[in-house]
């Protein structure tokens, strides 16, 4: 299984921008790049996903590397309901099974 | 639209004794997945179901077992619990497609205490 590297944690203040990076050196050229995000107390959340281009949606951006091996979420404008551990996955459908490989995250903490 | 919902929300067992855990899908998917998150780490994926059969699993031994109904909700079971069964269960509902692009969409999980 592909593996993520993020760092263990990160601090904002509210209203400003925030960078997560996550490495995927061992990436394979058709393994998508997921990000979930986990609230205390709740299970995650779908963010965002990217396999080449980077990505826009309503809730962040995604940068993926010209070569993939790394990538960054990027929240524009932080608040107090950002903060939560954010995982960097890499979409695993070998053998026909979807499943999803989590790393231990960033925890992201957003001061006000 | 109903998201995926869990039950119970927390549960207590002793070492040995059996437990289910229980998972409703999201209206219009087929596909559930579990995962254990033990505390400070990220989930661990268990096994998949799809079409009410295993359709993939992780390290998990044998005593993990579960099932997948007509109406694509879906049991966890655990026999002879150990102290490091302890975990939060997540579930998670997806469309199975092909598509590298099926968002999972997890319950809230299942609290278990192992004593």
């Known amino acids: 299984d592909a593996k993520t590297t993020q760092p263990n944690s990160m601090e904002s203040n509210e209203e400003e921008p925030v960078h997560l990076p996550c490495n995927h050196s061992?990436?394979?050229?058709?393994?998508?790049i997921h990000w979930y995000r986990q609230l205390p107390s709740q299970g995650p959340e779908y963010v965002i996903h990217?396999?080449?281009s980077n990505v826009n949606n309503r809730m962040a951006s995604l940068a993926i590397a010209e070569d993939r091996k790394s990538s960054t979420l990027i929240l524009h404008r932080a608040t107090l309901r950002d903060a939560a551990v954010y995982y960097c996955?890499?979409?695993?459908?070998?053998?026909?099974?979807?499943?999803?490989?989590f790393g231990t995250g960033t925890r992201l903490q957003v001061f006000p | 639209e109903t998201g995926v919902t869990q039950s119970p929300t927390h549960l207590i067992k002793t070492r040995g004794q059996q437990v289910t855990l229980r998972c409703s899908s999201q209206?219009?998917?087929?596909?559930v997945s579990w995962y254990q998150q033990a505390l400070g780490q990220g989930p661990q994926f268990i096994f998949q179901?799809?079409?009410?059969?295993?359709?993939g699993r992780g390290n998990f031994p044998p005593r993990f077992s579960g099932l997948q109904f007509p109406n694509y909700s879906s049991e966890l079971n655990v026999n002879a619990l150990e102290l490091d069964d302890s975990a939060l269960y997540l579930c998670?509902?997806?469309?199975?497609?092909?598509?590298?692009?099926?968002?999972?969409?997890f319950g809230p999980g299942t609290r278990l205490t192992v004593l």
């Open positions: 209206s219009g998917h087929n596909t």
């Open positions: 996955i890499l979409r695993d459908l070998s053998y026909n099974t979807d499943k999803l490989i």
């Open positions: 990217g396999l080449t």
């Open positions: 061992t990436i394979s050229g058709t393994d998508y």
């Open positions: 998670a509902s997806s469309i199975h497609s092909g598509s590298y692009t099926d968002t999972q969409y």
């Open positions: 179901y799809y079409r009410e059969e295993e359709n």
